[in-house]
């Protein structure tokens, strides 16, 4: 009998639990649906705009804003897959600033040469430190100059760490600029530029820098610029041997690197990253054939034609010309040639005065 009893209780409790089960059910599902009501709609993040710098009538801008559209739905005969995003860019008149008065890299090595305490030039160094006043003085460039140059660069910083390269030319960069206020020698990116490149990035994009500028000094550059992420492996430039200090006269096929090595600057110049080198060493280095292609210059002719020929996807070439001769130590008579070629080749030419609301940035003006 109290076994039965205590069926009947145990089947009464369960009802009971049963029920308010049921009951907090419902009153939850209605709190649910109330707050479902009475909650704010979510409204999603605005599109980001990445060429805010741009004038909104810049043929550059609206042609890669319409590229960009067109190769990034797949649904588009002109889809490119993103392993095949590959964008290359100029540095010196491109990137950053080309004459201050010369080439961030001229004047690095006329630093070197003439100003530092540490160094004691050869007659070679003169030599190529009075062809670059040439240049300077006369705004022409000196024939043979670019081997000249390059040797220079190499001979006069042999046996210097790449560490110790970077160093010195960070350190150089962070002096005043001689032609503008309030920048430094290593700030003077373009900064409507620096939107392209996030704007590529942004569209999976691999975003190359290809210059005639020594590749350790580009690098050295590069280094701590927070606003621009190309990591090393992605700057391709001219090219000097590197070797270590213990091999001696041994060539690398015969010495083993050893514990207590480190790699250094030879003082050999090997090749100038310019015209047609360019086109070999993207096909070298990067092995696909790029989309985009970005310069400033005859340098970068080859470039831009081995980038829009032939091409198996849809392809162009932006082109800068230097117009503008209040923000920027404009040249128009190398502007008027640049944009003959963007004519003759199809390209797009970049207006430096009409197509960018700044350069260097509102707080920076030309002396």
């Not at 100029?90 to 100003?115: A, I, K, N, S």
């Not at 670019?146 to 002096?175: P, W």
């Not at 003082?267 to 292609?293: D, H, S, Y």
């Not at 162009?316 to 128009?332: Q, S, V, Y």
Request: charged residues 25%; glycine residues 6%.
């Amino acid at each position: 009998m109290e076994t039965n009893r205590q069926l009947k209780i145990w089947k009464s409790v369960s009802i009971i639990a049963i029920a308010l089960l049921v009951v907090l059910g419902a009153l939850y599902a209605n709190t649910l649906t109330k707050n479902k009501d009475t909650e704010p709609e979510v409204i999603p993040d605005e599109e980001v705009s990445y060429l805010t710098l741009w004038n909104d009538d810049a043929k550059a801008k609206v042609w890669l804003e319409e590229y960009m559209k067109d190769i990034t739905d797949e649904n588009s005969p002109d889809f490119i897959p993103v392993e095949n995003r590959i964008a290359v860019f100029d540095l010196d008149g491109t990137l950053f600033c080309e004459t201050d008065p010369v080439y961030f890299d001229h004047m690095l090595y006329m630093h070197r040469v003439q100003e530092d305490p540490d160094y004691t030039p050869t007659e070679y160094d003169k030599e190529v430190a009075e062809k670059i006043q040439e240049f300077i003085d006369t705004g022409s460039y000196p024939a043979g100059l670019d081997n000249l140059h390059g040797q220079g660069v190499a001979s006069a910083f042999a046996g210097m760490t790449i560490r110790e390269f970077y160093d010195y030319v960070k350190a150089y960069g962070q002096t005043p600029s001689p032609g503008y206020n309030n920048m430094n020698r290593g700030d003077a990116f373009y900064l409507p530029m620096i939107e392209i490149i996030e704007f590529l990035q942004a569209n999976e994009f691999k975003t190359y820098i290809v210059s005639g500028t020594d590749r350790l000094i580009v690098r050295g550059v590069m280094e701590g610029i927070s606003f621009l992420h190309i990591p090393p492996n992605q700057i391709i430039g001219s090219d000097e041997l590197l070797v270590s200090p213990n091999q001696g006269d041994t060539d690398g096929l015969d010495y083993v690197f050893t514990d207590d090595d480190e790699l250094v600057l030879a003082g050999e110049f090997i090749i100038k990253n310019l015209k047609m080198n360019k086109v070999t060493v993207i096909a070298q280095e990067i092995g696909i054939q790029p989309v985009l292609a970005f310069g400033n210059s005859s340098g970068d002719a080859s470039m831009g034609k081995y980038v829009t020929l032939n091409n198996p996807y849809k392809s162009m070439a932006f082109m800068l010309c230097c117009d503008d001769t209040e923000r920027e130590n404009g040249k128009l008579s190398a502007a008027e040639k640049m944009y003959a070629s963007c004519e003759k080749n199809g390209w797009i030419p970049i207006s430096m005065k009409n197509d960018w609301k700044t350069i260097y940035g509102d707080e920076v003006t030309r002396k």
